[in-house]
């Protein structure tokens, strides 16, 4: 993993989550939520956590399940109406499941996000998945931390592109009326992290676990978790 790049980056006027996967460990709940999909519908594929750590380069579910398909010419016989469909089956599967887990903030969310508040910096979260996976996950951490502690939440259903278009964070910093060089953004993957730099947006990359030995290069610095970064790279006071 890749080593902070300099000791501090700067106290931002704004830190965005670039992605639902920044703020929990998701990745292995919808892998689940795909295969179950597939289940019900009555095809024989199985993403394995190796498959899935490839398909995240891609971003997306439906564009993931394009993909997958795409792949292998066997399975050319499932449409975009029914990649469609099975994005949608699982997504109702993956927000069941997340009802059921014991899900907790990543290492070092609360506190970055405490001190934020703290400080009077504005916390956004802008994501490519849908409002309906945002909802999911705020209910499933209700009692580590509050939705409403997002000025802004920029999600799919705003957009026009997905990452890795610059789109998103492009709508976001419209809404957070501040300038890229202003804003420090949060991301997991590299393809979302496209993104981000797309804007000129600096980066604090915190790669999730299913993807640790991707590229993560182009981040400003990379990080295993967000403890002790407000205070040690942000320049924050911690939350009171």
Same mark, same amino acid.
């Given at each position: 993993?890749?080593?902070?790049?300099?000791?501090?980056?700067?106290?931002?006027?704004?830190?965005?989550?670039?992605?639902?996967?920044?703020?929990?460990?998701?990745?292995?709940?919808?892998?689940?939520?795909?295969?179950?999909?597939?289940?019900?519908?009555?095809?024989?594929?199985?993403?394995?956590?190796?498959?899935?750590?490839?398909?995240?380069?891609?971003?997306?579910?439906?564009?993931?399940?394009?993909?997958?398909?795409?792949?292998?010419?066997?399975?050319?016989?499932?449409?975009?109406?029914?990649?469609?469909?099975?994005?949608?089956?699982?997504?109702?599967?993956?927000?069941? &499941?997340?009802?059921?887990?014991?899900?907790?903030?990543?290492?070092?969310?609360?506190?970055? &996000?405490?001190?934020?508040?703290?400080?009077?910096?504005?916390?956004?979260?802008?994501?490519?998945?849908? &409002?309906?996976?945002?909802?999911?996950?705020?209910?499933?951490?209700?009692?580590?931390?509050?939705?409403?502690?997002?000025?802004?939440?920029?999600?799919?259903?705003?957009?026009?592109?997905?990452?890795?278009?610059?789109?998103?964070?492009?709508?976001?910093?419209?809404?957070?009326?501040?300038?890229?060089?202003?804003?420090?953004?949060?991301?997991?993957?590299?393809?979302?992290?496209?993104?981000?730099?797309?804007?000129?947006?600096?980066?604090?990359?915190?790669?999730?676990?299913?993807?640790?030995?991707?590229?993560?290069?182009?981040?400003? &610095?990379?990080?295993?978790?967000?403890?002790?970064?407000?205070?040690?790279?942000?320049?924050?006071?911690?939350?009171?």
């Amino acid at each position: 993993m890749k080593a902070p790049t300099r000791a501090t980056l700067f106290t931002p006027k704004a830190v965005i989550f670039g992605a639902i996967g920044t703020i929990a460990e998701t990745s292995d709940i919808q892998r689940r939520a795909f295969n179950s999909a597939f289940e019900a519908a009555g095809l024989d594929w199985v993403w394995t956590a190796e498959t899935y750590r490839d398909l995240l380069r891609t971003n997306g579910g439906q564009n993931r399940i394009r993909a997958y398909r795409d792949a292998h010419p066997e399975l050319m016989s499932v449409t975009d109406t029914m990649v469609v469909e099975l994005h949608t089956a699982k997504t109702d599967h993956y927000v069941e &499941m997340l009802g059921q887990e014991d899900l907790h903030p990543r290492l070092g969310v609360v506190e970055l &996000m405490g001190a934020c508040r703290n400080n009077s910096i504005p916390i956004a979260l802008c994501t490519s998945t849908a &409002m309906e996976n945002v909802k999911a996950l705020e209910s499933a951490l209700a009692k580590s931390l509050s939705f409403d502690w997002f000025t802004k939440i920029v999600t799919i259903d705003q957009i026009a592109r997905p990452k890795p278009a610059p789109d998103a964070y492009a709508y976001c910093l419209w809404q957070l009326k501040l300038d890229a060089s202003q804003v420090i953004a949060i991301e997991d993957t590299p393809v979302s992290l496209i993104s981000a730099k797309a804007n000129g947006i600096n980066t604090i990359a915190t790669p999730g676990a299913a993807i640790l030995e991707q590229d993560f290069s182009d981040a400003d &610095m990379v990080l295993p978790s967000l403890e002790g970064a407000a205070v040690q790279y942000l320049g924050l006071s911690k939350s009171t």
